[in-house]
């Protein structure tokens, strides 16, 4: 804990108790912590974020993100690239639960949400077969194939409502950002 802290320029407690609490939200061992704080560290110094804000952002956007198969590390990594477009760590993990409650709930969603879907060439079964064989990669096509359309601003509203389309519009215009993070 004590090494975790001086790199994620944190208090010991409080590393440690953030540390404790994304352990509890993927289920992780003790011997299993210093794995992902060690990936935390350096997907911070990759992409040039701060350690304790993938840290906020991985506890508050974790319990999602593992629902929907991502690892902490993965979702860490998400974090970054939203935290490096200047979106505070907050703001990520509501704009990322967001997004991650309406993807992975798609075949419950209205009509609105479902032909965003269709526009995109995706249907609620098959985004559910896509997370389920490999979250991270899913994901990542699901942004990329946002960012080909010709109305991002209106998929996204549809998709995901006006409160955070501004926020996950920064990881549709910036698909090799998120790969490169993953």
Do not use: C, H, W
């Amino acid at each position: 804990v004590a090494k975790m802290a001086i790199a994620f320029d944190m208090p010991a407690q409080e590393s440690g108790q953030s540390m404790a609490g994304i352990a509890a939200v993927y289920g992780l061992a003790i011997e299993d912590i210093g794995r992902v704080g060690d990936a935390i560290n350096s997907v911070s110094q990759g992409a040039g974020v701060a350690a304790r804000d993938l840290v906020n952002f991985t506890g508050r956007a974790g319990a999602n993100a593992r629902l929907i198969g991502m690892t902490a590390e993965q979702t860490s990594a998400l974090g970054a690239a939203l935290i490096k477009m200047e979106t505070p760590p907050e703001v990520a993990a509501r704009a990322v639960n967001a997004m991650i409650q309406k993807l992975g709930t798609a075949k419950d969603q209205g009509k609105d949400f479902q032909e965003a879907l269709a526009s995109l060439g995706l249907s609620a079964s098959g985004l559910k077969q896509a997370f389920d064989d490999d979250a991270s990669g899913a994901l990542v096509r699901f942004l990329e194939r946002v960012g080909e359309s010709e109305d991002q601003l209106g998929v996204l509203k549809n998709l995901f409502g006006e409160g955070f389309s501004d926020d996950l519009a920064k990881l549709t215009l910036n698909t090799k950002v998120v790969r490169e993070a993953f």
